[in-house]
């Protein structure tokens, strides 16, 4: 190499270090050391074609918003987007907006949209939800027998905003660049996001998505106890979807295909329990619970509907 190329190449080499330093951050929760590059406006390409992958595939099965199943689900979802705006953290007392705290874009209340897919209706349960940027909440509607009651509702919703409040969107884009080429390419060629979903779900099915899985377990946990649903209900919910799981053969449902082990998500839990709690009672929950169960008595509160 001559000694021009030698100084080009000791050039591009510091750009590059100072780069990777400048976009490594310590991921929450779980303190792992990630690379983030994904830029903003790559992470809303990605947000707006999948939206319209999944509209295109689903758009006419979704209730309309004011089916009590809409509105049951857009209740839970306020809430949890609410008690994250307002999070106490009860180890140093300080309010936080997780959705800064957590390096996320703020989401307005108004401008969050939440759609319910009939999967029922469609012949093919598949019991799942995801939460994709720009505040766009999905649920498959076969789950809310699974979920039992708004706890169950609360645990699963929670555990997808904790995917999009520690920002995994942009952290599977950074680690796996090829992956978004991939799929618009299979886009192109089937005219539709499942098959190149499933190839890039299938690419990441690693420990490391695992990891993602841990975090948002941790943060859906705290922010449903945040918002007053009962987090010593959230393990029923897993081990109903783990029956689900051997009920229906080897089709585990979404939600756990990359999960941590079942032990692992229940010891993970138990210890996590004690903080839940005390998030649970610093907010007051027990006395509004108290209250709500008495409107049950009359209202049906807290039940899922099926209708
Ligand atoms: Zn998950």
Not at 26 to 40: N, Y
Not at 141 to 149: A, F, K, T
Not at 203 to 232: H, K, W
Request: hydrophobic content about 40%; glycine content about 8%.
């Amino acid at each position: 190499m001559s000694g021009p190329q030698r100084r080009v190449a000791y050039g591009l080499g510091g750009v590059m270090v100072v780069f990777l330093v400048t976009h490594v951050q310590e991921a929450p929760v779980t303190h792992r050391w990630r690379l983030m590059t994904t830029p903003e406006w790559i992470e809303r390409i990605v947000t707006r074609s999948s939206f319209r992958g999944v509209m295109g595939e689903f758009g006419n099965s979704v209730l309309p918003e004011s089916h009590p199943v809409s509105r049951q689900v857009a209740k839970v979802m306020v809430r949890l987007i609410n008690a994250a705006h307002d999070y106490p953290d009860p180890e140093t007392g300080r309010r936080l907006n997780l959705f800064t705290e957590l390096g996320k874009a703020d989401i307005p209340l108004d401008e969050w949209r939440f759609y319910v897919i009939d999967d029922v209706a469609m012949g093919r349960p598949t019991p799942n939800a995801f939460v994709i940027g720009g505040g766009k909440v999905f649920i498959f509607r076969s789950i809310l027998p699974i979920c039992e009651d708004e706890d169950g509702l609360a645990t699963v919703l929670s555990h997808e905003l904790g995917h999009l409040l520690a920002d995994h969107l942009g952290e599977k884009l950074t680690l796996s660049p090829f992956l978004l080429t991939l799929n618009m390419a299979m886009y192109s060629i089937f005219g539709s996001s499942r098959p190149g979903d499933i190839l890039v779900n299938a690419l990441l099915d690693t420990s490391f998505s695992r990891e993602m899985e841990t975090e948002a377990d941790y943060i859906g946990l705290m922010v449903m106890s945040r918002a007053c649903y009962n987090p010593q209900k959230a393990p029923r919910l897993w081990q109903n979807m783990m029956k689900f799981e051997r009920q229906n053969g080897q089709t585990p449902p979404e939600l756990l295909s990359t999960h941590p082990s079942s032990d692992r998500r229940f010891r993970n839990i138990s210890e996590w329990m004690p903080k839940a709690v005390a998030v649970y009672s610093d907010s007051g929950c027990q006395q509004a619970q108290g209250f709500n169960s008495l409107l049950g008595g009359f209202s049906g509160f807290g039940k899922v509907s099926l209708v």
